[in-house]
């Protein structure tokens, strides 16, 4: 089965850089997503890693470093609109995508 | 990009009764989709993988009888929950793939709140 770790809350200052870090246990591995949700919303694509590294989309960069088992999402500018939930997910055998809690972040003025 | 729509976005049902979610990829065919279901301030649990022209594969703990997935097309997958109850309220949520093995190529729907009252 798979099993994933995130924070389940991080707080961080407008304009500032925040990581929510991810670990997670997996019987089968193809990639690791990020995924931000705002209240009452659906969940909406923010990154993807299937290999070790670092993957830079704008203020959103995802790392993955598939022996450790662990990857991160960096937020960088942070503003306001950033506070919602941050999931991290699994895709294992069969486009599986399992989801961690989720990672609650709050921005703060 | 692909898109993923589902319908109804909410829907109000009454204790016994069934109510069927759509899920529709509008631009490309999936052979896959999959239905979640998300309890406030929870996550995403996956509730069962739906094969077009075979029957869903459903995860530990869910009722089949209950949650009755259809993928009649590669274009619509449903879930009708049957005999509703107040505990099935929620808000469900489905994916659909572009193709096996893919892992960047998975769509959400905007997902359907469901109320049973």
């Known amino acids: 089965g798979q099993s994933l770790e995130q924070p389940s809350e991080v707080t961080a200052v407008e304009g500032a850089i925040v990581q929510i870090n991810c670990t997670y246990q997996t019987s089968g591995f193809y990639g690791l997503s990020w995924y931000q949700q705002h209240d009452g919303g659906a969940p909406t694509f923010l990154s993807y890693?299937?290999?070790?590294g670092l993957e830079e989309t704008g203020r959103f960069s995802s790392f993955l470093s598939r022996s450790d088992s662990y990857g991160y999402l960096l937020l960088q500018e942070l503003q306001m609109k950033d506070s919602a939930s941050y999931f991290c997910?699994?895709?294992?055998?069969?486009?599986?995508?399992?989801f961690g809690i989720g990672t609650k972040l709050q921005v703060i003025p | 990009g692909a898109v993923v729509s589902q319908h109804p976005s909410r829907v109000i049902c009454k204790s016994g009764t069934s109510v069927k979610i759509e899920c529709r990829s509008l631009?490309?065919?999936?052979?896959?989709m999959f239905w979640y279901r998300q309890f406030p301030k929870q996550s995403l649990m996956l509730m069962a993988t739906?094969?077009?022209?075979?029957?869903?594969?459903?995860e530990q703990g869910v009722e089949k009888d209950k949650f009755l997935i259809n993928h009649a097309s590669l274009t619509l997958s449903t879930l009708t929950v049957t005999s509703a109850h107040p505990e099935d309220s929620s808000f469900y949520i489905c994916?659909?793939?572009?193709?096996?093995?893919?892992?960047?190529?998975?769509?959400f729907g905007e997902g359907s709140w469901l109320t049973v009252v």
């Open positions: 739906s094969n077009e022209g075979s029957k869903a594969t459903y």
């Open positions: 631009d490309f065919q999936a052979t896959t």
């Open positions: 994916s659909a793939s572009t193709g096996p093995f893919s892992g960047n190529t998975i769509y």
């Open positions: 890693n299937a290999l070790d």
């Open positions: 997910a699994v895709t294992g055998g069969y486009q599986k995508v399992t």
